[in-house]
């Protein structure tokens, strides 16, 4: 079997890189390994990552497979996912994205969360149940809306039954031990 080389490589490995870059800040936030400076550089980086695909998306739409190659769409999602401070930007990345899915370009599952993290950013519950709360608590989906056939929209979306997701990211993610006033961070659950 060939593989392709995508048309832009070049967009491809900055969007790799800054994924990466991304990946590494949460996973250092969600262990609780950051201070406020390097809290406030990460919020930084995301926007500056945000920036890069906004121009990105305007120069080709959405960075899909045949544009950026499998790795290069995946993080142009990521990035898209973590710019948590610029909900109309997710939004419209959604929208976007969306599109791509529609052309063959992009897993539907990306859309799916990015849709998610979107909605809950502008202030609205979620449709697939893809965005969780990580607090003292432990896991626990972001609101919700009609929870009564949210498993139905996952299967639609080619998502597993959401109580199988919640199973495997409480044991990833075990209640937070401390003072109660640990920080809540949204989580992307896993496909």
């Known amino acids: 079997m060939k593989t392709t080389e995508p048309l832009r490589p070049d967009i491809a490995r900055e969007l790799i890189t800054l994924a990466e870059q991304s990946a590494e800040r949460r996973a250092q936030r969600v262990r609780n390994q950051l201070d406020a ?7 930084h980086a995301d926007h500056a990552n945000a920036k890069v695909l906004r121009r990105i998306l305007s120069d080709h739409d959405w960075p899909g497979r045949p544009l950026v190659g499998p790795d290069g769409a995946q993080a142009a999602w990521i990035i898209a996912l973590h710019s948590d401070d ?7 990345a959604a929208v976007l994205l969306r599109r791509a899915v529609q052309a063959t370009d992009a ?22 149940g893809t965005q969780y709360l990580l607090g003292a608590n432990g896991i626990e989906l972001c609101a919700l809306r009609e929870p009564s056939t949210l498993d139905q929209r996952r299967a639609g979306v080619g998502l597993p039954p959401v109580a199988a997701v919640l199973e495997k990211m409480r044991h990833r993610f075990p209640p937070m031990r401390g003072d109660g006033d640990s920080p809540t961070v949204v989580l992307a ?3």
């Open 37 to 43: 400076v390097q809290l406030g550089r990460g919020r």
């Open 86 to 92: 610029e909900p109309d930007f997710q939004r419209a």
């Open 107 to 128: 897993p539907i599952q990306h859309w799916a969360h990015l849709h998610d993290r979107a909605l809950i950013n502008n202030g609205h519950d979620q449709v697939f």
């Open 189 to 191: 659950g896993a496909a």
